[in-house]
Structures are given as C-alpha cells and as structure tokens.
C-alpha cells in the first residue's frame, strides 16, 4: 500500500473516530445497549446476580446496588482499541483491497476486546467492592478510576501485542512459503 493511500486512510479513519466521539457525548444507555447487554449477561451469569434494564438509564443490579450505564459501558475503550487496531490494519495490510478485507475482522475483535475488557473490569470492582482493600487509603471513586485505567491499559497493550506478534508470523510465512 502506497504512503499517498495509508494517509487517505488515516485522515479518513481519524475523522470517522471524532464523528463517532461527538456522537458518543450525544449517547444514552439505549444506543449502548450494544456493549451493556453482553456485559450484563456475562455478569448475570458468572455471579447468580439478576439485572434489571431501565431505558436511559442502563442495567441496574439491586442485589448489588449497582447501575451499569453510559459512563460504564466501555465505549470509549473501544473508541480507543480501534486506534492501535487502525495502525496494525494499515502496517500489515499489503494493499487497500486486503485492509477492507480484514477491517470487519478489526471491527469485530475490538468489539469482543470491549466486552472482556469491561466484563473483567465491572467484576473486579463488584469484587473489591466487598472488601476494605486500600478504601482507607483511596476514596471509592479513584480506586475505581484507577482499576478502570489499569484494566483498560491491560488489555490495550496485550491485544496489540498479541496481534502484532501473529500478524508478524502471517507476513513471514507469506514472505518465505514453504
């Protein structure tokens, strides 16, 4: 792929990204059903808990005392996740024809990474949540801040790691065919 066509591409895909940005501050908890759903049911599920959808408002779980909503919903994680996605797309990509041809494939693992990522992250501080670990030194909402951040970080670095790495092995094989 020519540097004139991954720059075609980077402007094209920063733009979509600060639309999608502006269009998320517009957002509620019913156009990020999406994302709360599957997080919602993985916790359902791992924990015997019951949730409760509340239209504009998101999941709510009244055994827990915990509303799963908007600000809760990963979507600005996986916003993110496309970023380092994008660059990979444009690096390993031989041609533009091969990058819309992985790009739903992009598109797709992102999205998965968003509901593990966040999964992981509501159950860790449901978790904590139940205990005095660090609350006397850490108010409440930091500690939960600081646990978001060091998830999300977490999964952003492996999974680019971790692709990078296989998309490695398929250029040499590619490369150097047996």
């Given at each position: ?6 720059m075609l591409l980077t402007v094209a895909g920063s733009l ?163």
């Open positions: 792929m020519s540097i004139k066509q991954k979509i990204l600060i639309l999608l940005k502006l269009l998320l501050r517009q957002s509620d908890a019913d156009d990020l059903y999406f994302l709360l759903a599957p997080v919602s049911a993985i916790i359902e599920a791992t924990g015997n808990y019951h949730a409760q959808f509340i239209s504009g408002a998101g999941f709510f779980f009244r055994d827990l005392h915990v509303i799963i909503n908007k600000s809760c919903s990963g979507a600005t994680f996986m916003l993110t996740a496309l970023l380092p996605a994008g660059y990979l797309l444009l690096s390993y990509s031989r041609n533009v024809k091969s990058f819309f041809k992985t790009f739903p494939i992009a598109l797709l693992f992102v999205y998965f990474l968003t509901i593990l990522a966040n999964t992981t992250r509501i159950l860790t501080a449901i978790k904590l949540g139940g205990t005095s670990f660090l609350m006397g030194h850490i108010a409440p909402e930091k500690l939960h801040e600081l646990l978001g951040m060091i998830t999300y970080l977490f999964y952003l670095i492996s999974a680019f790691l971790l692709t990078e790495k296989l998309l490695q092995l398929k250029s040499r094989k590619y490369a150097h065919p047996a």
